[in-house]
Structures are given as structure tokens and as C-alpha cells.
């Protein structure tokens, strides 16, 4: 009788035993977590990864590391930790610039601590003391107030046009943007409008845009199929395939073959444009956006006078599934060669790379933050756009199709290629016009700043954790202008 109650009592130990070395095992593989892709991601402090996700599975299985000849195995396979590869440069500077080894890393220079709910407390309230406080216009130039006649001003003006691409459906749109634009800018400094169409615009959308516009010279532009359509080259099963993936994640306008033609031409091909050769400045505004700011200096000629490069109002972290491969093949890019050369040793790396805010979003992105500069608003030079550096950067991004199987903005392109490619005082926030683009503001406080809440930065209070103004301030060390 013993012996027959001793062993139910091993055989009840043992199975006790199995099931909670299987519970310990689901726990460690992450299996009972599949629901909830979010939670796994967003924990920073943890480095697991996870080959349940279903980006960062497609990445390891799909990317080239050959671009890092020292990469172990074993890093290999663990892509975030890519970013995580220690060297004395690298952890002084964040950055290396050599040939064949160019890396950069995020090094938390104000030393940063604390959740990302944490983090983005900090930065918004950061962002709310700044916005709050009075400004007036930027301080690191002599500026050119509005002329007594416009018509008198035409030997003065910067060389520069206002650009929109826009669609003849989207006149009623376009035409809210301009009007506004018109009473607050243009109607005092008279720059010529350029619109582009990829169809020819019609005669009702001319007519009335040249109402809107009043006494600016206007020029409408049709592009050539060569710049706007999918290059040859695309497979299209691929692309197929791999838009209906990023349609399931709901990445928006994953589907929309003419999204991706209008961002691989916006950041490829529009200054290339024959009736863009004569300028230098452009300045995009686009369907439905918003300016609170009565402006009283020609914004044009401030960007010449400083021989700034690039403008923006807002910054904001991107989809991250959209641009899963854009930085790795940004550093693949880059360690080929000799295009080190084209990095620039004073650039804003920083916030590119940070992994503070929204670590989930790096770790998705192959090391990239996803912070970049709103591109519906942008004031930038094309002869940048149309330098070495950023054409052969665009060529080689090209030639990967990533611009259709996935579905890489011009925007975070952009914002890569000037925090890359130039000095970051020639990036300028201009913090005191007022914009809006849905869902996203800029509004500081300053006298001529009207209709808009000031230090708000969305409509959705939910949304401030995209915010990416402070880690470009803070982590590359921008001078304050204002
Ligand atoms: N001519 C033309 N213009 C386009 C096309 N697609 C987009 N655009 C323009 O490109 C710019 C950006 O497109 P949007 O549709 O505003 O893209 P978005 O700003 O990312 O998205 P929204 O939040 O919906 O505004 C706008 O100026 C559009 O008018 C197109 O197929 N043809
Ligand atoms: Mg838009």
C-alpha cells in the first residue's frame, strides 16, 4: 500500500514539475503575449527579440548585414542590437565616419532617464514652456520687412518660387491654403507660384487659381510620366505582395500606387523639374493647411541670407512598418566606398538614432528614431536636392524599389538626407510661424500669431507622444535663433 501511494505521489511531483517548466517556456518564447505586439515592443529596459513580430521576423529574414563585416553570428540575428556595437569613438561622439565603417549611436548627451510615458511628459512639457514663451522674429539676420510696393521689390526678392503639387480635383483645397497664404505672406512680397499636376490641370483650375493667387506671376507645370511613374525595374508581385502586408498592419495609403509615385517624385525627382532650373528656393504648401502668423519679414530671403538649406514648422515620428529598411539601407549606403565623404561631421545625427520617446519605433525602424521634418510645410534649397551627396543617396534608394515595397515618405527621406548631408545650422525651425496641416500644429506665442492655441501641439492630446521637436533641440545641440 506504501509503495503504490509513494509512487502517485512521484508520478503527481513529476507531472507537477512538467507543466510549470512548459508554462516557463511559453513565457520565455513570448507565445501568450501574440495579442499584444505593442507591449512587447515598447519595453525598452528589455533587449528580446522577438521573432513573433511580425516586422522585425521580415527584416532579419530579408536583410543584407554584408555592409558590416565584422557583425557576428550571433548579432546577426539579433538586428536592434546593431545600434548596440561598442567603440570608444563611438560611445564619445555617437558617431564614426570612416571608410567602410560609418555608424552612428545614440548617446543621450542630457543625460535622459525614465520611462518613454516618462520621456514624453518631460519633452512635452519642455515643448509647452518654449512655445509659451513670447518671441519675435529670428534674431541671426538682418530681415526684409515688406516693401511699400511688391511690384518695386521684383530685383530684391530671393531667388525662389511657392510650390504645390496638387490634384485639379483638389482646387477647393488648395485654394483655402492659398488665400490664407496670400493675406499673411505673399500678398506683401509677391513670389511666383509654381503648381504641378501628373495630369494636365484644367482650364476651371487655372481660372480660379488665378483668382487666389492676385498678382503673383503663376506657371502650371505637367510632369513627364518618366518622373512620376513606377520605374521599370519594380516586380510587381512583390510590390503587390508586400503593399497588402502593409495594408493588413493599416500603414495608410499602403495601397495607394499613386501615394508612393507622389512621394519617390516629391523626393527625387521635383527639383529636377526643366521649369524648376531657375530657382533655388521653394517653398510647399499644400491642400487644407493652415497659417496663423500676419508674417512681417520675406521668410525667402532670410533662407538666402543665411544660406540656411532647410525649413520646417513641425517634426514628428513616422509610421514605423513604412520605413522598416530605410536606415539600414541608408548605413549600407554609406559604408560602400568611399560615400562616407558625403556624411557631414557637424550634422544632426542625434535625433535621428534616439530611442527614448517611442523606443518601439527604433527598434522597428533598424535604429532609426523615424523622427523627421514635416514635409507639407517646407521651405528647402533644391541646389542641396540636387547636390552629389543627396542624388546619389536618392539613386541608391531607388535602385533598392524600396519607394514601393514599402512605402518610404519624402518626408522622413528628406529629413535624413539634410540631417545627413549638412551642417545643422543651416536647418531652421521656424518656430515663430503659426501652421497647421491635420492634425498637427505649430503655434508659439508672438505678436503677430493669431486663431491658433499656442503650445499646442495636436488636436488629440493622445498624439503628443509624437512629438520630436525637444530631441532635435536637445540630443544635437541646436542654437536657439529667436
Ligand atoms: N497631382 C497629384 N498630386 C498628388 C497626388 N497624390 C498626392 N498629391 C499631392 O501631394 C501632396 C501630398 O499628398 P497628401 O494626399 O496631402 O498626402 P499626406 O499629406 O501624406 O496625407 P493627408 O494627411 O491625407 O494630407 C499634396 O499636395 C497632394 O495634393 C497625385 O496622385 N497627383
Ligand atoms: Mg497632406
Known amino acids: 500500500m506504501v509503495t503504490i501511494r509513494k509512487r502517485k505521489l512521484l508520478y503527481f511531483v513529476i507531472f507537477s514539475l512538467t507543466c510549470i517548466l512548459f508554462l516557463l517556456h511559453l513565457l520565455n518564447s513570448g507565445g501568450i503575449y501574440r495579442g499584444s505586439n505593442d507591449s512587447k515592443l515598447s519595453d525598452s529596459s528589455s533587449n528580446n527579440n522577438n521573432n513573433n513580430d511580425w516586422s522585425f521576423k521580415s527584416l532579419t529574414e530579408r536583410f543584407d548585414f554584408s555592409y558590416l563585416p565584422n557583425l557576428s553570428n550571433n548579432l546577426k540575428s539579433s538586428y536592434n542590437q546593431l545600434n548596440l556595437i561598442s567603440d570608444p569613438g563611438l560611445e564619445k ?37 518654449l512655445m509659451n514663451k513670447e518671441i519675435g522674429k529670428p534674431q541671426d539676420a538682418s530681415l526684409v520687412p515688406p516693401p511699400d510696393d511688391s511690384h518695386e521689390y521684383d530685383k530684391k526678392r530671393a531667388n525662389a518660387t511657392i510650390l504645390a503639387l496638387v490634384r485639379n480635383e483638389e482646387l477647393i483645397k488648395i485654394g483655402q491654403s492659398i488665400k490664407k497664404f496670400q493675406r499673411l505672406f505673399n500678398s506683401k512680397f509677391n513670389y511666383p507660384y509654381t503648381f504641378i499636376n501628373d495630369q494636365p490641370f484644367t482650364e476651371r483650375f487655372k481660372q480660379r487659381i488665378t483668382k487666389y493667387t492676385e498678382n503673383a506671376p503663376v506657371e502650371f507645370v505637367v510632369i513627364k510620366p518618366e ?107 554609406l559604408n560602400q566606398g568611399d560615400n562616407y565623404k558625403y556624411v557631414n561631421p557637424n550634422g544632426s545625427f542625434q535625433w535621428l538614432v534616439e530611442n527614448l520617446q517611442n523606443p518601439k519605433k527604433n527598434k522597428m525602424a533598424g535604429g532609426y528614431s523615424t523622427c523627421h521634418f514635416w514635409s507639407n510645410f ?23 524599389g524600396g519607394f514601393y515595397y514599402e512605402r518610404w515618405g519624402d518626408a522622413p527621406v528628406h529629413s535624413i538626407g539634410v540631417s545627413l548631408f549638412a551642417d545643422k545650422s543651416k536647418i531652421h525651425w521656424f518656430r515663430d510661424l503659426g501652421y ?47
Open 378 to 400: 517646407e521651405i528647402g534649397d533644391m541646389d542641396f536636392f540636387r547636390s552629389e551627396a543627396y542624388s546619389t543617396w536618392f539613386k541608391y534608394l531607388d535602385s533598392t
Open 93 to 129: 561622439k555617437g558617431y564614426i565616419l570612416e571608410p567602410g565603417n560609418v555608424k552612428f549611436k545614440f548617446i543621450n548627451n542630457v543625460k535622459k532617464r525614465g520611462t518613454p510615458e516618462q520621456v514624453i511628459n518631460e519633452n512635452m512639457e519642455k515643448y509647452r514652456q
Open 227 to 333: 518622373q512620376w511613374n513606377k520605374p521599370s525595374f519594380i516586380d510587381e508581385a512583390k510590390e503587390a505582395k508586400e503593399m497588402q502586408l502593409m495594408h493588413d498592419h493599416n500603414i495608410a495609403y499602403a495601397k495607394k500606387a499613386s501615394y508612393h509615385n507622389m512621394c519617390r517624385f516629391y523626393l527625387g525627382q521635383f527639383y529636377n523639374l526643366p521649369e524648376l532650373q531657375k530657382y533655388k528656393y521653394y517653398w510647399r504648401i499644400e491642400p487644407q493647411v493652415k497659417f496663423f502668423t500676419d508674417v512681417q519679414y520675406d521668410v525667402l530671403k532670410y533662407m538666402e541670407d543665411t544660406q540656411k538649406i532647410y525649413g520646417f514648422t513641425v517634426s514628428l515620428y513616422d509610421i514605423e512598418e513604412s520605413v522598416k529598411t530605410l536606415w539600414p539601407e541608408t548605413l549600407k549606403f
Open 436 to 482: 497647421n496641416h491635420d492634425p498637427y500644429f505649430n503655434c508659439a506665442r508672438t505678436p503677430w500669431t493669431s486663431a491658433c492655441t499656442v503650445a499646442r501641439f495636436s488636436r488629440y492630446e493622445h498624439l503628443n507622444k509624437e512629438n520630436c521637436v525637444i530631441n532635435w533641440l536637445e540630443y544635437d545641440e541646436i542654437k536657439d535663433v529667436y
